[in-house]
């Protein structure tokens, strides 16, 4: 049974930090292509950020420069590094794999603000 466990998150003041992790279990994480998506109240899921099994990564406009994500396949797990935090930050984000079928974390909130 495939499991994504995230951890982190939580409130923090605009131009701060946080970084969200997320700990696969079940799957062949090495091949596995991951993601972070977030949903803001009101609004649709979008794509934060991806990466490859190769390392290739991809981010959306709105946070580029600003977040870097990362893997670290002897841990199976994958990061979302946030700095520069602003408001419109503030979502559920959910990490997101596909490694012989789809897979979604629970999500977990991140709210910015003073």
């Known amino acids: 049974q495939v499991q994504l466990v995230q951890s982190g998150g939580g409130l923090v003041q605009p131009g701060g930090s946080l970084r969200l992790s997320c700990a696969a279990s079940?799957?062949?994480?090495?091949?596995?292509?991951m993601a972070w998506y977030r949903q803001a109240p009101g609004k649709q899921r979008e794509l934060v950020a991806d990466?490859?099994?190769?390392?290739?990564?991809n981010y959306a406009d709105s946070v580029k420069g600003r977040f870097t994500i990362s893997r670290d396949n002897a841990k199976n797990t994958v990061y979302l590094q946030m700095n520069s935090l602003k408001p419109e930050d503030t979502a559920v984000y959910y990490c997101?794999?596909?490694?012989?079928?789809?897979?979604w974390g629970r999500g977990t909130q991140v709210t910015v603000s003073s």
């Open positions: 997101y794999g596909v490694s012989h079928g789809n897979y």
């Open positions: 079940g799957m062949i994480f090495s091949i596995a292509y």
């Open positions: 990466i490859t099994s190769a390392g290739s990564t």
